[in-house]
């Protein structure tokens, strides 16, 4: 950790608090002009306008005149696999559908066979080159899911994966459990037998290793029923895993409505999300998790984020990284998306990618805004202001990232590394 003075900056945006921030509150977002941040032992002790203070043994990071914002939160990821499925490329573009790739063995199984092969080394370093191209872009929190194997062994050694990522790479990491993310074939005839499996042996093995902080389901036609997911999270809630719910991605079979009977802190991809989906979120303060490159890549419909923001649900904006429906883990490019599809306003997008993102992986209380005592997080921008970040479409813009006080600079060849002498 470092003491760092960041000075010269153009705009400061973020959004403040430390939860959500759902309906009208959610474009709040507070813009400091001529701003500095001071971080102490990586962490934010003091934030101002004007000339800043006198910060003896302190390095200073002249932003230039940019924009500074917090570091992006990715709170929907699913960063640890083998293989990719470049192979699929040709069926989607003749129009099969998802469902009947997976029925064929394709998609996440095609994946599972891969994972399952691999060794925990070589998802680490397959995590670790993705992670370094995170944060090449700006993101320094990122939600990472299991589920590409199905098996104890392997969602364990999945889940090991990301905890040794947590402890060595600079971007921090938030394992959840998703056991639930396909019936292996293995099961194919005995999906009960693998809904047990998941609920008294997957859960417990990696809850005694305190390898999981949430358990995720995912509750589609053909995958698993609103009464098998509630099965699977109520088993997680008494292990102590907070309940995640992929929802409403292509049938609308109950997910979203579940959110508010399981106490799930975030619903996820919600594309075809019904009004009282919406409503039941909205009540319970379930934040919608919502990934429009994974509708781009697809060819897909978009959430109805605008309906779910007029409604009061936070939302947040997430890459779904994955190597199957959306092989993207650009979060600027799902600002752009944010605005461009869903219609929401620069400011609201700012927030669904800072702190409602970082309430969806229950980190609101320490990352997602800049403002003393939370984690000295945040981007230097190749932007004077927010609407140009979020109107430039393609291009990294990310100049320089700092991470709990530690900085890193986007060098013209395109690699990361830390900035010894701390200049812009």
């Known amino acids: 950790m470092s003491d760092l003075l960041v000075v010269n900056i153009g705009t400061l945006a973020t959004a403040e608090g430390r939860s959500a921030r759902g309906g009208a509150a959610q474009g709040e977002v507070r813009a400091l002009r ?8 990586g962490v934010i002790t003091a934030v101002g306008t004007g000339e800043p203070p006198q910060a003896p043994g302190a390095a200073r990071l002249d932003a230039g005149g940019r924009l500074v914002t917090p570091g992006l939160v990715d709170a929907h990821t699913h960063l640890i696999f083998s293989g990719w499925r470049q192979h699929e490329l040709g069926l989607k573009l003749r129009g099969t559908p998802y469902l009947e790739i997976l029925a064929q063995g394709g998609g996440i199984l095609s994946t599972v066979r891969a994972t399952r092969s691999a060794s925990q080394a070589e998802l680490e370093a397959k995590g670790r080159r993705a992670l370094d191209e995170m944060l090449r872009l700006g993101t320094t929190t990122c939600e990472a899911k299991s589920g590409y194997g199905l098996d104890t062994e392997t969602e364990l050694k999945q889940l090991r994966a990301i905890r040794v990522l947590n402890g060595s790479h600079p971007v921090d990491l938030v394992p959840t459990f998703l056991g639930a993310h396909a019936v292996p074939e293995e099961y194919r005839e005995d999906r ?117 923001v007029d409604a009061g649900v936070p939302v947040a904006l997430a890459t779904d990284f994955n190597p199957g429906s959306c092989p993207c883990l650009n979060m600027q490019l799902v600002m752009s998306l944010g605005c461009l599809k869903y219609r929401l306003t620069p400011e609201e997008v700012l927030t669904a990618v800072t702190l409602n993102g970082a309430a969806a992986a229950g980190l609101a209380d320490t990352v997602g805004s800049l403002e003393p005592g939370k984690l000295g997080d945040l981007v230097i921008w190749e932007a004077e202001d927010l609407d140009y970040l979020c109107y430039r479409l393609g291009s990294n813009l990310a100049r320089t990232v700092v991470k709990r006080g530690a900085v890193f600079t986007n060098h013209t060849e395109g690699v990361m590394g830390p900035e010894g002498e701390r200049n812009g």
Request: glycine share 10%; charged share 20%; aromatic share 6%.
């Open 34 to 41: 001529d701003a500095w941040v001071r971080i102490e032992d």
């Open 192 to 308: 009960a037998g693998y809904v047990r499996l998941v609920c008294e042996e997957m859960i417990p093995a990696a809850t005694g290793e305190g390898l999981a902080k949430f358990c995720d389901v995912f509750c589609e036609t053909g995958v698993f029923s609103a009464g098998e997911t509630r099965t699977i999270l109520e088993a997680g809630l008494r292990h102590g895993l907070r309940p995640k719910i992929h929802a409403d991605e292509i049938d609308a079979i109950g997910g979203s409505q579940l959110a508010r009977e399981v106490g799930a802190v975030s619903c996820e991809h919600l594309i075809v999300c019904p009004p009282e989906g919406i409503a039941a979120m909205a009540a319970a303060g379930t934040v919608a998790c919502l990934l429009p490159a994974t509708s781009f890549y697809l060819g897909a419909a978009y959430a109805p984020a605008r309906a779910m």
